[in-house]
């Protein structure tokens, strides 16, 4: 058996619920002893609720407000009591952008020399103390092919350490 929800519960003593779910909630209470105690409890807080009545004459802030308000009255500001201190702002940002304006123009950063670029005598005797002549005019693809060889020649036989 599905109980009633408590939503419904405070529908029903609020006079809220709709009449064909009424009848339906109604039958369920007649039938189930868990959701009649709490429909029970629901009648008594929403009675004593109805009860109550704060006292709100302990505090009434607005006699109080309007009692300020009164001693007080409102000073108007001139247009250009703003406009000072929006101007020292404007002068901030316009001293802080030029600022960086002129030091990125007159920084330069070091300049260095490009690397020196070798000779064709000093390539090819690089790569013939390095023994990689035959990597001189190979492609990307061939490269690792040439590569393979290398290993492959490089490896011991079997037996030799």
């Known amino acids: 058996m599905e109980h009633v929800r408590r939503i419904e519960l405070i529908q029903l003593v609020a006079s809220e619920l709709a009449d064909p779910r009424r009848a339906e909630v109604e039958h369920h209470l007649a039938e189930c002893p868990v959701c009649q105690a709490l429909f029970e409890q ?18 009434d802030l607005l006699t109080g ?19 000072g201190r929006l101007s020292r702002i404007a002068a901030a940002i316009v001293i802080g952008v030029g600022a960086g304006y002129g030091a990125a123009r007159t ?42 060889d290398m290993s492959v020649a490089s490896a011991p036989e079997e037996g030799q350490s």
């Open 42 to 59: 629901q009648v008594t807080v929403w009675r004593t609720l109805g009860e109550w009545t704060p006292d709100a004459s302990q505090r």
């Open 65 to 83: 407000v309007e009692r300020k308000l009164a001693e007080r009255p409102a000073v108007l500001q001139p247009f250009w009591f703003g406009v």
């Open 107 to 148: 920084w330069s950063p070091a300049r260095t020399s490009p690397p020196p670029v070798a000779s064709a005598s000093d390539e090819q005797a690089a790569t013939e103390a390095l023994g990689v002549e035959y990597l001189a005019d190979l492609s990307p693809a061939g490269l690792y092919a040439a590569l393979q």
